[in-house]
């Protein structure tokens, strides 16, 4: 792979989630993905968008990086999976955040969609392969982690992904940037024993997950250190670009030369997401722009086969972020 050959947006309709048709009441919006399918046709025509019918993973994939009991869950107890996952049940047993009368689907629905969406990071990483790069309307559950679900993430579509290629390529080395606000937690868990995958994540020091209860069940699982843990206090909004950077060459140096790279390109950091847990970090849609802007040349420039995922955003603002970013793509190839 030569450098960047073309710019590919890839999104399959069937999955698209709207978690109020669920009854489920996180500002995680469908509007997000809509608002960018809409810029690409209107104005974005040096993208090349691909709508494609993503394969979902089958149960036996599943397993590559998920227990045995947890894939279970998902076949047998949809529900039951959905309600730890989506965090649908308060301590004392009440709904939290959901009102299943409310709910115009099944939470089954729910699981069979998630399940198929994360499949397109795969569809993504064999785009990149082909093509140098790729960005998938969907993705990015970096939360889940061997056992179970968790912060809205039911399965790992990015070690997924990376076991799904060493099925071809049983020497390849990946990268996994993740700039979620939230620390990449359950990739980190996932990978922590594999010595061709390097994980770095950029994340507030404080707060979800890293503050979960001494009797959580994930509380350690959480604090499994990525290859390179960057974290960031209120306030270190101005040197989160020469942190990432510097991450970047420890993260070189201690795996270089991927044959992947997959970025989490979470839009939660932006000083206008609505998710009270993202709000350690408040970044403007300039800073963030220079954050994917700089990743993406980085790779580029090293030659490095990228796909990335659109992980965390939360309110009616968080489609900026990705639409700034493609949409300086789209002026480039002008």
């Known amino acids: 792979m030569k450098g960047i050959t073309m710019n590919t947006v890839i999104y ?62 998902l076949c047998n107890h949809p529900d039951k999976a959905a309600w730890l996952t989506w965090e649908l049940r308060a301590a004392d047993g009440s709904w939290h955040r959901y009102d299943p009368e409310k709910a115009a689907r099944p939470l089954s629905d729910l699981i069979e969609t998630t399940i198929r969406m994360a499949s ?6 064999q785009t990149a392969l082909e093509k140098g790069f790729s960005y998938v309307l969907g993705g990015g559950f970096h939360h889940a982690m061997a056992h179970g679900g968790a912060g809205f993430c039911l399965v790992n579509d990015i070690a997924l992904t990376i076991a799904k290629l060493r099925q071809d390529k049983p020497q390849a080395r990946c990268w996994v940037i993740d700039v979620d606000v939230h620390k990449g937690d359950g990739t980190a868990q996932i990978t922590q024993h594999d010595p061709m995958t390097g994980t770095l994540s950029i994340h507030m020091a404080d707060g979800w997950p890293l503050d979960l209860p001494e009797d959580d069940p994930t509380r350690l699982s959480s604090r499994v250190p990525s290859t390179v843990d960057i974290p960031l206090k209120a306030g270190d909004e101005d040197i989160y670009q020469e942190k990432l950077q510097e991450g970047l060459i420890k993260l070189k140096s201690a795996l270089p030369n991927p044959d992947l790279v997959i970025v989490v390109a979470g839009s939660d950091p932006y000083e206008k997401d609505a998710l009270p847990s993202a ?10 722009l220079e954050r994917d802007l700089w990743l993406y040349d980085t790779f580029a420039k090293w030659e490095l086969p990228q796909t990335w995922v659109m992980a965390g955003g939360y309110g009616e603002f968080a489609w900026e972020i990705h639409s700034a970013f493609l949409e300086a793509l789209n002026k480039r190839g002008l």
């Open 12 to 73: 399959d309709p069937a999955s698209r989630i709207n978690l109020l048709e669920y009854g489920i009441e996180v500002p995680l919006l469908d509007s997000r993905t809509g608002q960018l399918l809409n810029q690409i046709r209107k104005s974005l025509h040096q993208l090349e968008l691909v709508e494609i019918d993503f394969p979902s993973f089958t149960p036996e994939e599943l397993l590559l990086v998920h227990d045995h009991a947890w894939v279970d869950w």
């Open 120 to 125: 397109g990071t795969w569809v993504g990483a």
């Open 279 to 288: 709000n350690g970090i408040n970044m403007s849609r300039e800073q963030l």
